[in-house]
Structures are given as C-alpha cells and as structure tokens.
C-alpha cells in the first residue's frame, strides 16, 4: 500500500477502532491537558478524588442514564480491562456454575466471549454464522425460557453487520455494545447488562462502560475476586481503584456532544443517513460490492471489495491521498471497511462515495 498522505488536506478517520472524535470534543480534551476548567491544573495530574473529577464521573454516568433513558434499577459503570475483560467478568457475576447461558456467534467478539463464559457455567451456542464467514445475523434459532441469559455481539465491528431487531424472549439480554453504543435508542428494559470499550463511539480507548440492572447481581455462589466484583465499583462510584481520569473525561465530552446532537433518536437518523450514501454508491457502482447479507448491514462498519481485487491497491491510494484514512478491512478479512461512527460528519460519508463514482468512471 502507498504512504501518500497529503499533510494539509482534510482527513477522515474511516478507522475502527480507536476511532474519529467529535471535533469539538478533541478540541476540548486537548484544552483540558493544558489547563482543566480554569484551575491551572492538567487533566492528566488531578487526583481522582478531587471535586473537579468526581463532578466528571457524574456528569457522565448523568448524561449516560439520561441518553439511554436508563431506569432507577439500572448501574452506569466505567470499567478498565477493555471490552475482552466483560467476557469473562460476565459470566464469572452473572453465571453460576451449574447454570446455562445462551450465545450467539455472530463472529470472532462472540467467539472469544464464548471461551471466556465457557470457563465459568454452562454454554448453549444457539446459533452461528461462522460457515458463511460471519457475513449474517442467525434468526429462528429457539430461545431457552429457562437460561440465565442471551448473551449477543450487537455490532460485528470486524464483519459489518448488526442487529436491526432484538431476538424476542423473556431472559435477559447481555450485550456487547462496543462498536455501536449512542448510536441509536434502545429497548432498555430488555438488556440486563450491557457493556462497550469506549474506543469507538464513545472516547479514547482506556475505559469501557458497564451498564447492568441491578438484579443481575448476587446471584452467583462463587467468591469473587474484589476488582472483578460488579458491586465494588458500583459501591465505589467506579472509584474502588484509581479509574482512567482522562478517558473517562473524554466520555464525558462526547456524552455531552451527543446530548447538543439531539440524542439518541436524532444520532440513529444521522447513521442511517450517512450509511445509506456508502450503501448506495456500492450498490449501483459496477467495481465494487458488500460482504454481508442487506438486511443485517452494519449502520457503523461498512464492509466492501472491489469486484477485481487487482484493483484495490489503486483505490486505497486515491482515497489515502484524498484524505479517507483507515480504510483497510480487518487483517483476516481483507477489501475494505468504512467505519462511519457517530463522529463521521455526513460530508466524509460523501467524500468517499464520490470517490468511488469517480473511480468506476475511469476504470469501468
Ligand atoms: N467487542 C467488539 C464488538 C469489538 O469490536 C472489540 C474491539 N474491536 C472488542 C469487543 C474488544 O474490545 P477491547 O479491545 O476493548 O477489549
């Protein structure tokens, strides 16, 4: 692959992960190391117990429960250990030994969430894509009534697809949210946990959310090792240990950017705007075509090759020197993949498109 960036051209961050901020929020975030809130202090050197963080931790646990219309019952937690700690911490709170829990493999998230519950309970695998390279969300399977939870992978950041409806049953849902948390309202009261690294739609990489009911919890006869226990850091305000001060603060930001966006309702109509542009273009141009089935297509992750993969290369260059960067598919994965966050302003979705029309006007 060429290394032509133009140093003075705008860029977009197609990236998956860590991915595209919020101008405004970078903006801010780089003020705050300078300077935090006009007290000439760093970000980076307040205690954690200082009034000045504690007021960010709840400001952003605040606009967390309000955006998602989270009920009393529910917790908003800012873990570490990165969205792969929620795969084992999961099951090690939630499932007792003897008891099952319900996956979905919908691609290699959910598989390495399966090993990790695997350790702990029971698990019944209800359905899997896998044969068909993840390129599906599985429908139809049969949901056990009497299972402690439905564990899914809403988004499959690595695929490009995504849950466009929830699988109707009476257990709760646990969720992993990491590639598409704010970006469109949810059916609260069907998940019981919910968890995302917040590297994507949500911050820099460094802390990942935990959203879980309370009823979830206390139900497990095992001891569980203090820092792995849900209810310390519900106990401790996410303060048990010292948290990640300055992602969570960027949290915070882009928490409050969503809120000046309109919220939920409004970011969904955004993403479908934009994912609509990308989803046409590859659609009607002879070079190129999607890699997942049209109903589950991701509205975050768009998943794409060219129809002659000799021509690749040639395109990944005029996009990098237009300015489109972090464009490559996952590394098992190949062609490419346009990561359109929240963050994604409408006119990046269009810069590509055009691209790619132009593209297949020289070399259609
Ligand atoms: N789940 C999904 C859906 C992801 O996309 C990722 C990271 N790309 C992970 C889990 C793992 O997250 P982390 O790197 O925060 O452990």
């Known amino acids: 692959m060429s290394t032509i960036t133009a140093k003075n051209i705008k860029k977009y961050n197609f990236s998956a992960g860590p991915a595209i901020l919020a101008a405004s929020v970078i903006k801010e975030a780089a003020a705050a190391v300078s300077d935090f809130n006009g007290i000439g202090l760093s970000i980076l050197e307040i205690s954690h117990r200082s009034k000045g963080f504690v007021d960010v931790m709840n400001e952003a646990t605040s606009l967390a429960r309000e955006l998602l219309g989270l009920p009393e019952d529910y917790e908003v937690l800012f873990l570490t250990g990165g969205a792969s700690s929620q795969f084992f911490m999961s099951a090690l709170n939630l499932l007792d030994s003897e008891e099952t829990a319900c996956y979905v493999d919908t691609g290699s998230w959910s598989a390495k969430a399966i090993k990790e519950a695997k350790l702990y309970g029971n698990v019944n695998i209800l359905s899997s894509s896998k044969e068909a390279a993840y390129n599906y969300i599985p429908k139809g399977y049969e949901i056990p009534g009497d299972a402690k939870y439905l564990h899914l992978t809403s988004n499959n ?31 609260i009261n069907r998940f019981g946990m919910i968890y995302a690294g917040a590297q994507k739609n949500m911050g820099p990489a460094g802390t990942t959310m935990v959203i879980i009911r309370k009823d979830m919890l206390g139900r497990v006869s095992r001891t569980i090792p203090t820092m792995l226990n849900y209810q310390t850091h519900i106990d401790k305000n996410s303060a ?24 939920l309702e409004a970011m969904e109509k955004q993403n479908k705007a934009k994912a609509a542009i990308i989803y046409n273009e590859i659609d009607s141009n002879p070079l190129f075509k999607g890699t997942t089935a049209i109903e589950d297509r991701s509205l975050m992750n768009v998943t794409f090759v060219m129809n002659d993969d000799s021509l690749t290369s040639a395109f990944m260059d005029i996009a990098t020197a237009a300015g489109c960067v972090g464009l490559a598919g996952y590394r098992s994965v190949g062609g490419f993949r346009a990561s359109i966050y929240n963050a994604m302003p409408v006119e990046g979705v269009q810069v590509l498109a055009d691209l790619m029309k132009e593209f297949a006007h020289k070399h259609g």
């Open 157 to 187: 950041t690595i695929y490009g697809t995504q849950y466009h409806s929830w699988p109707e049953t009476t257990i709760p849902i646990v969720c992993d949210m990491s590639s598409d948390i704010f970006s469109r309202p949810l059916p």
């Open 240 to 263: 048990f240990n010292t948290p990640p001060v300055y992602p969570i603060y960027v949290c915070m930001l882009t928490l409050r950017w969503l809120k000046e966006q309109g919220g």
